[in-house]
């Protein structure tokens, strides 16, 4: 994938001349200059995905770490109202590093005494400053291991927070308290109380903050958790912040350790905050033994269980087991087959699948006289059709191919071929290439039942490229355009279509791409 930012239409030219030769890319632009509007300038971000992905940044935190998705409340709104968009990447911050009040001074208790860091003066003031910077262990044995975080100057990059012995204190105003204590790239820090109850201020007038969950909250910070996760955590399971920080460390390394992505662990808690409560021997682990035992590969668990948290929730025995065999012995799925349908839709395993099952298969039995052998391949290619509503899923999409002249036997065709089209928009998909079809290609319909994949391909990206480069070519009958040219790869379709060079045509598609967008934006 590429971004190219241009400022200047003829740059952008410049740039057309040695297009990229991946079929699959991003480009944004701006134009100042050649094309104006309300501020002289806009944006455009053009895919060949039907929902777009924003790039994924390559930037890092001050700890070195990548920036995770999952940072800004923005981005989980918009992630909602997108029914089929994937999660979009944004940037993570170290906001609750960069709070003012680390910088003030600040009293932490060094055997038995208050003693209150400051900035000193004279040899001996730089001296203690220098050793506080640079993390001195001297220093550190003397102060008992307590250091304010604004004194912590650090500046290497490891990629997580490493698990040291839970018998480290951090001291509140006349007693101990245990806590675990964290490395940070090679320099261990603890948070004094003061520093803390300023860094949860806003949480702490939102819910009944409990000062032994500091240390919890701390470590949850580091994958991206900010007050108002916390506070949605509270509220959709108050003891998941009771847990014991080391306790739930051994179980988040545990899932980062079977392919969780660190990225993903904010978005679990949030959807799962009980996972914390979950034991690795009794729980964790034998849940993904179940999953592997299905046939999916290691390489896949982590984005299973990033998609499906909630199974952690339901008993092997009792409930995962007995859905198996329901999928086995009533739905149909061969027993080889059950592995791809779980990767395809994680969420089949944590439904009622009896009663979403008979629905559906009632339902398209009724309207479309499907047998059932036809309904098991629609649930082997697209199991989120049994996730999908009846009355504004399935409906609407099946009274549209009608509307537009097929038959019951025809949509029947096209829906075994490909299911995917019940989850397509209607008024962003399927509407303009039906109008596509039968204005700029003069097809009918009915040659959607010899190639149903048409529904499937980019309008921007696949069919009109293809059939402008066709015609500019003077290469395009003059009856029908064969929609067998738009299925093969770019490179097939140069050689036994076009008969020209690749670099050619994703030239010729990335000026109409910008063509196109321009109209778009000047309307």
């Known amino acids: 994938m ?150 912590m100057d650090v500046r290497h990059g490891n990629d997580g927070l490493k698990r040291k012995s839970a018998g480290n204190s951090y001291h509140t105003s006349t007693k101990t308290k245990e806590a675990g204590s964290f490395d940070v790239d090679g320099g261990r820090m603890l948070v004094s109380k003061t520093s803390r109850e300023n860094r949860y201020q806003r949480l702490s007038d939102e819910i009944d903050l409990d000062e032994k969950w500091f240390p919890l909250l701390d470590y949850l910070s580091t994958f991206g958790l900010k007050d108002t996760h916390f506070i949605q955590m509270y509220e959709r399971h108050m003891p998941s912040l009771q847990i014991n920080v080391c306790s739930a460390q051994e179980r988040l390394d545990y899932l980062l350790s079977v392919g969780v992505k660190q990225r993903d662990v904010r978005r679990i808690l949030l959807r799962q905050p009980q996972i914390l409560e979950y034991t690795v021997e009794n729980n964790l682990k034998s849940h993904v033994a179940f999953l592997m035992s299905l046939g999916i590969p290691s390489s896949r668990i982590g984005q299973i269980i990033a998609c499906a948290p909630s199974l952690f929730s339901y008993s092997v025995e009792n409930s995962l087991k007995p859905t198996v065999r329901y999928l086995i012995e009533e739905v149909g799925i061969n027993e080889h087959d059950l592995g791809k349908v779980v990767q395809l839709s994680p969420q089949i395993l944590v439904q009622r699948i009896d009663i979403s099952w008979n629905t559906r298969y009632m339902f398209l039995s009724k309207e479309l006289g499907a047998p059932r052998d036809s309904i098991v391949k629609m649930v082997k290619k697209h199991p989120q059709l049994l996730h999908y509503s009846i009355d504004d899923g399935l409906l609407p999409r099946i009274n549209f191919l009608r509307s537009i002249g097929m038959r019951n036997s025809d949509i029947l065709k096209v829906l075994t071929s490909l299911t995917q089209v019940l989850s397509l928009s209607l008024e962003d998909n399927l509407k303009p290439k039906y109008l596509y079809l039968i204005n700029e290609l003069n097809n009918e319909v009915h040659s959607l ?23 500019s070519l003077k290469k395009a009958p003059k009856g029908p355009f064969p929609l067998g040219s738009l299925v093969p790869s770019d490179e097939c379709f140069c050689q036994q279509w076009a008969g020209t060079s690749l670099d050619k045509y994703l030239a010729f598609r990335q000026r109409l791409l910008l063509k196109e967008f321009a109209k778009k934006y000047e309307k």
């Open 2 to 151: 590429a971004a190219l930012s241009l400022h200047n239409f003829n740059h952008l030219v410049s740039i057309l001349s040695s297009p990229s030769s991946s079929s699959f890319w991003n480009l944004s632009f701006a134009f100042k200059n050649e094309v104006r509007f309300k501020k002289g300038k806009f944006l455009v971000f053009l895919s060949t995905h039907s929902n777009p992905k924003i790039l994924k940044s390559n930037k890092k935190s001050r700890f070195g770490q990548r920036i995770t998705p999952y940072d800004t409340d923005e981005e989980e709104e918009e992630d909602e109202d997108e029914e089929f968009d994937d999660n979009d990447d944004g940037m993570a911050g170290d906001d609750w590093l960069m709070n003012d009040d680390f910088a003030q001074p600040h009293e932490y208790v060094v055997n038995g005494k208050k003693i209150k860091s400051r900035k000193g003066s004279g040899k001996e003031g730089n001296r203690r400053l220098q050793e506080q910077r640079k993390g001195s262990k001297a220093l550190k044995s003397r102060q008992g291991l307590i250091i304010s975080e604004d004194q």
């Open 449 to 471: 039942t010899k190639y149903p994949m048409y529904l499937s391909l980019s309008l921007d990206q696949r069919i009109r490229p293809r059939h402008r480069f066709l015609v």
